[in-house]
């Protein structure tokens, strides 16, 4: 859990601080390439570079991109607010409501989502928080990503920055589900629900610790980056959330990319190379992760809550022209 997250956020992370970290618990355009995967990440690579014309090469697409039921002309980054799921299409430039997560009703008290991973397949799976009697509980949620409809893994606390990695960066034959819980790198088991602290953002004594303000991403062959603020900071930075290139393996730092502009970037996804940040304030920003300026993107229908959180499945292309 970040240190960012009002209302039932708060409450899940002072559930971890007391735990010490371990809890139990989019128009298509002319043509589209996805790039040669360089495995850097550390993951498995096995989608092949493709051309894609556009008239469409339908066995190239069912071959490389079967398994996630993805077409790289048609943009898939999802964000959402407390209760609702939306999805951006940054080829088409279109914005759209998906669905209300059904699973977080509740009779009384409140529920929110804190942020959704998507794996390879597809699959799409989110952290929650519900107050019920006065109690906070995380939920580990299953999700539909057509329409939103969610169901109950488990229940526990669990982090709201939040996202799959490759093949061969947590896991040697599988993709992990991992995320922060302020410097704090840790894994959740989406089939018992434990979350394993598994590394940490910073050195060991960094002289100017960073923590997560909001999200992490991870893509087959291009990268895992997060949104950091100053460790402990309270005020929001007048430059904004930083965005950093991170190890999926450990969590550590690479490098701190740059300022983008925006604060409260609690959502992070990614397309074509581009990073993709969803504010607390309803703000969808344009990331160049050469140097981390965020441009802010138009769009409407963006909720007055403001974003929670973002995802994109891992085999994301990386480069869509």
């Known amino acids: 859990m970040t240190a960012r997250r009002q209302r039932l956020g708060l409450g899940l992370s002072l559930a971890f601080a007391v735990l010490g970290g371990a809890v139990l618990g989019f128009a298509v355009p002319a043509c589209a390439r996805v790039g040669a995967m360089g495995g850097g990440d550390g993951g498995a690579v096995d989608r092949p570079a493709i051309d894609l014309a556009a008239s469409n090469d339908a066995p190239a697409l069912a071959d490389a991109f079967a398994s996630a039921d993805l077409d790289p002309r048609v943009g898939e980054v999802y964000g959402h607010s407390d209760l609702t799921l939306y999805r951006f299409d940054p080829v088409a430039g279109t914005f759209m409501t998906v669905g209300d ?6 009779t009384e008290g409140v529920a929110e989502m804190l942020d959704i991973a998507i794996d390879r397949d597809g699959n799409m799976v989110g952290t929650a928080a519900m107050s019920e009697h006065t109690a906070i509980t995380g939920r580990l949620v299953s999700i539909d990503k057509a329409t939103a409809a969610c169901t109950v893994l488990k229940t526990g606390s669990y982090p709201n920055s939040l996202a799959f990695v490759p093949v061969g960066t947590v896991l040697p034959d599988r993709e992990a589900l991992v995320g922060y819980v302020n410097d704090g790198y840790v894994r959740i088991d989406p089939d ?7 590394g940490n953002l910073n050195a060991p004594g960094a002289a100017n610790p960073w923590m997560s303000s909001g999200d992490i991403v991870s893509i087959v062959g291009g990268g ?3 949104t950091i603020i100053p460790k402990g900071s309270v005020t929001a930075d007048p430059q904004g959330d930083r965005v950093a290139e991170v190890d999926p393996a450990t969590g550590g730092i690479i490098r701190v990319i740059g300022a983008t502009g925006a604060a409260g970037l609690y959502g992070l996804g990614y397309w074509g190379g581009i990073a993709y940040g969803f504010s607390s304030s309803g703000l969808l920003v344009k990331i160049d992760l050469a140097t981390g300026a965020g441009t802010p993107i138009s769009i409407t229908g963006a909720p007055a809550t403001g974003f929670y959180g973002a995802g994109t499945t891992t085999i994301a292309p990386i480069i869509v022209e």
Request: hydrophobic share 45%; aromatic share 12%.
């Open 192 to 198: 018992t629900g434990v979350v394993t602290g598994i």
């Open 224 to 226: 895992t980056y997060v």
């Open 101 to 106: 997560f059904d699973c977080l009703k509740v």
